[in-house]
């Protein structure tokens, strides 16, 4: 039972334009959700966090939005540069069951077009 | 800088034979993880640990065991290894009580199960 759903295997931008990443999550009792960046043959690393009290978070070009009533997180990167070409994973963890405990979504793969 | 250090970046082994993979990790963080990654499936759990000889079972931890007796050691058994384990394995660590489920990764183990 996949509790966290990338349904977009891949996406492919052009240089310049906006991103948008897309999760989807079933588990009411999630509250705080991440986004993760790997490239290949690496480990992957944290790109930014939103709380369930929050619709919305900034970090230069990375904003993550929150829609809790519709289960629904996205990852909006403006603009995109050939750098972020890597697969993207969300994630995300409740308090009920060990903040520590992160379920993945199974990844998008943005790829950046110069 | 803090680092999750995995002992093999790739291992090559025959069905039946007993896999180690270890993994270190300097950040004096309490909990550590393994997962693995395969393709269209994302990051799978299989085993966590929040403290020294503590363990507890993720999503996917048949034909899998764990060791944790140190802190900043968490090492992953594969007792006879199978073909279907063929797959990335991601450690993983992050500190308690932080209230937001960052973990830092290691760069993943490649294990192929001939």
């Known amino acids: 039972d996949q509790q966290v759903k990338q349904n977009s295997p891949s996406l492919s931008v052009q240089e310049g334009r906006i991103s948008i990443l897309n999760c989807d999550y079933t588990?009411?009792?999630?509250?705080?959700f991440l986004w993760y960046k790997k490239y290949p043959a690496e480990g992957p690393t944290f790109l930014i966090s939103?709380?369930?009290?929050?619709d919305k978070n900034e970090d230069g070009r990375f904003t993550v939005f929150l829609n809790k009533s519709a289960k629904h997180l996205s990852l909006h990167i403006v603009p995109s540069q050939p750098g972020d070409s890597a697969v993207y994973f969300c994630a995300a963890s409740g308090t009920n069951f060990g903040n520590e405990k992160l379920t993945f979504g199974t990844g998008t793969r943005l790829t950046i077009i110069p | 800088d803090v680092k999750v250090t995995q002992s093999s970046r790739y291992l090559v082994k025959r069905t039946g034979e007993k896999v180690f993979l270890e993994c270190v990790q300097d950040?004096?963080?309490?909990?550590m993880f393994w997962y693995r990654q395969d393709p269209g499936l994302g990051l799978r759990l299989i085993y966590f640990?929040?403290?020294?000889?503590?363990?507890e079972k993720g999503d996917i931890p048949e034909g899998y065991s764990v060791s944790r007796e140190k802190k900043e050691r968490f090492s992953l058994i594969l007792e006879s290894a199978s073909t279907n384990q063929t797959s990335m394995y991601l450690c993983a660590s992050s500190t308690s009580g932080a209230g937001t489920g960052e973990l830092f990764f290691g760069e993943g183990s490649r294990l192929t199960v001939l």
């Open positions: 640990s929040y403290d020294v000889k503590m363990k």
């Open positions: 950040m004096d963080h309490e909990n």
């Open positions: 588990n009411s009792m999630f509250d705080y």
């Open positions: 939103i709380s369930s009290i929050k």
